[in-house]
């Protein structure tokens, strides 16, 4: 009788009878794997030692997949920024003049991430920034926008414009702490032509009202059954104390994970400075503003301007957090946690407009930047936040096994809605955003940090991030371009962390915590990448549609 195939039909002189023969028992597969001396796979010692392999980026390595026995909606992401706040996402958008103004600062935060808010414009202009992200979401409003009852409705409207609402209680000397006669809403002044009227001609005088110690849970119990849209919190001689808005229930509802103080429960705000003595003006204004956390922003932080402006903020603002950078040696990183700082920023040259690596010789590759020195602060308690080179979720999930605890995105956000760049059509008719490095010319040539004057260049954030203020020849650390438009970050954030959730489930990890201590234990491997093996990982097709998410 033939052979059939995939049967031997019992004929053991068949070559491949030999290879079942040697086979042991199947039920004792997990006893002989114990018999290896070492686990399949690199530790992150073995992977990211200079002296064998060099220095690697992100695309040198993959992650070594783990046991999955939970679904990914189980994993959590929560993770801290600094010493004393910790975000649910790990998510931080550069501080770059064409990712992010408040508008990104304050989605986000919605997100559960952070927003670094530039410095290349005037200290007013960024202390506005400030104020907006913080004004966007509270609990109890503790400083809100007050009228008199001789405020027209015109310079309503215009504040409307200005902070992006239009509800403010009026009192009779237009202050906090005066007696409360009505509120005026959008409803009350949207149709009103004649704008030179006072708004007490217009607002709303029948009000309900708190008393004050009410608190946050019955307060919002008290709003959702009046059917307002404001609640004023009041003392017992109906001086106005606070208030709280219907939009902030609302924005709870839809932002589960938002970034928030856990007292005000307004967002949580970060802003850069540079190292001047003149950014201790600017860093006034941004805490009288309500910044939560200041980012020292230079392109080589070992230095002695940023050591004692860590100093200086630490001594002057004790409860504002600092995050100091950028740093990719542990020798750099420990000069910084000795001054005080509460988080590291971790990269040189990495970043996708930034040229600092070619022009000056002086950087290192991103991976073997963020593990050295991540697994040097980590004995100090300082967060380390892996900022550039990040081009996937794949790589957010490299730089976070490496022992960062939260990513800095760039490039990877300029393309979004929110971020401020210019949108236009390329000439291949795909719509892109304006996107450029702070090290490039045309950013270290921009004169609105200067309010146009003519010694600009020495208030401009470029040339403060790269010690340039005083050169008569600008040498550029950065480029200029253009990246694909993506969309809004409330798409595009999620779909960043519904991939990293994934990524945490094939890696058998639960949390960025646990991903943390099994890489330290040595249960996380991890394997070198080839070119050979970089082309296999990649697409090897004719043509092809890639769609990120849907």
């Known amino acids: 009788m033939p052979y059939t195939n995939g049967h031997t039909n ?3 002189h068949l ?6 023969k040697r086979a042991q028992d199947p039920s004792t597969a997990l006893d002989v794997l114990e018999q290896y001396s070492d686990r399949d796979g690199l530790d992150i010692g073995g992977l990211i030692n200079s002296n064998k392999h060099g220095g690697l980026t992100y695309n040198d390595f993959l992650v070594l997949p783990g046991y999955i026995g939970f679904a990914a909606s189980e994993v959590i992401l929560e993770s801290p920024v600094t010493k004393r706040i910790t975000l649910k996402t790990p998510f931080v958008s550069s501080p770059m003049d064409t990712v992010t103004e408040h508008d990104m600062a304050i989605h986000m935060a919605l997100q559960g991430g952070l927003g670094v808010i530039h410095h290349n414009c005037s200290a ?8 907006k ?14 009228l008199s009852c001789n405020t027209t409705v015109g310079e309503v409207k215009a504040l409307k414009e200005k902070w992006g609402f239009g509800g403010f209680p009026v009192t009779e000397n237009g202050k906090l702490g005066s007696k409360l006669i009505g509120i005026v809403t959008n409803r009350d002044t949207q149709f009103e032509e004649d704008i030179s009227q006072p708004v007490s001609s217009v607002m709303v005088t029948d009000l309900v009202t708190a008393a004050s110690g009410t608190t946050l849970m019955e307060a919002n119990a008290i709003l959702a059954k009046s059917k307002k849209g404001k609640l004023p919190i009041v003392d017992s001689e109906g001086n106005l104390v606070s208030m709280i808005s219907r939009s902030d229930l609302t924005k709870n509802l839809h932002f589960p994970l938002a ?6 429960k307004q967002l949580i705000c970060a802003a850069a400075i540079g190292t001047r003595p003149e950014d201790k003006i600017r860093l006034q204004k941004l805490v009288d503003a309500g910044l939560d956390i200041v980012v020292l922003d230079s392109s080589q932080g070992n230095s002695i301007y940023q050591i004692e402006m860590i100093k200086y903020i630490k001594g002057k603002y004790p409860s504002l957090d600092v995050i100091g950078g950028n740093v990719v040696t542990r020798e750099q990183a420990a000069n910084l946690i000795v001054a005080g700082v509460d988080g590291l920023r971790i990269g040189m040259g990495s970043g996708s407009a930034c040229i600092t690596q070619e022009v000056m010789a002086v950087g290192r590759p991103q991976a073997a930047a ?3 020195v991540s697994s040097f602060a980590a004995k100090f308690g300082v967060p380390c936040m892996a900022d550039g080179g990040i081009q996937n979720v794949g790589h957010i999930v490299k730089g976070l096994a490496l022992g960062a605890t939260t990513i800095m995105m760039g490039g990877l956000l300029a393309g979004t809605t929110e971020s401020p760049g210019t949108s236009f059509v390329s000439r291949e008719g795909k719509l892109v955003k304006a996107y450029r490095g702070m090290g490039s ?3 270290m040539q921009d004169k609105k940090a200067g309010s146009g004057s003519k010694d600009s260049q020495k208030s401009n954030a470029g040339t403060a991030r790269y010690f340039s203020e005083g050169d008569s020849v600008l040498v550029a650390q950065g480029v200029s371009g253009s990246v694909a438009h993506r969309g809004s970050v409330t798409k595009f954030v999620p779909y960043l962390a519904a991939g990293l959730k994934h990524s945490l489930q094939d890696c058998g990890q639960k949390s960025l915590h646990e991903l943390h201590e099994s890489v330290n234990q040595g249960t996380t491997r991890f394997e070198l990448r080839t070119a050979s093996a970089q082309l296999e ?14």
């Open 10 to 12: 019992g004929d053991t």
């Open 133 to 146: 992200v913080k004004r966007f979401e509270n609990g109890f409003i503790l400083d809100p926008v007050v």
């Open 124 to 131: 007013d202009e960024q202390a506005e920034m400030v104020q």
């Open 537 to 550: 990982g990649g697409v090897n097709m004719e043509s092809y549609e890639k769609k990120l998410y849907a």
């Open 259 to 264: 970034s928030k103080l856990p007292d005000s």
């Open 441 to 443: 010319i045309d950013a």
């Open 370 to 372: 963020v593990y050295n």
């Open 15 to 20: 070559p491949s009878s030999a290879f079942f």
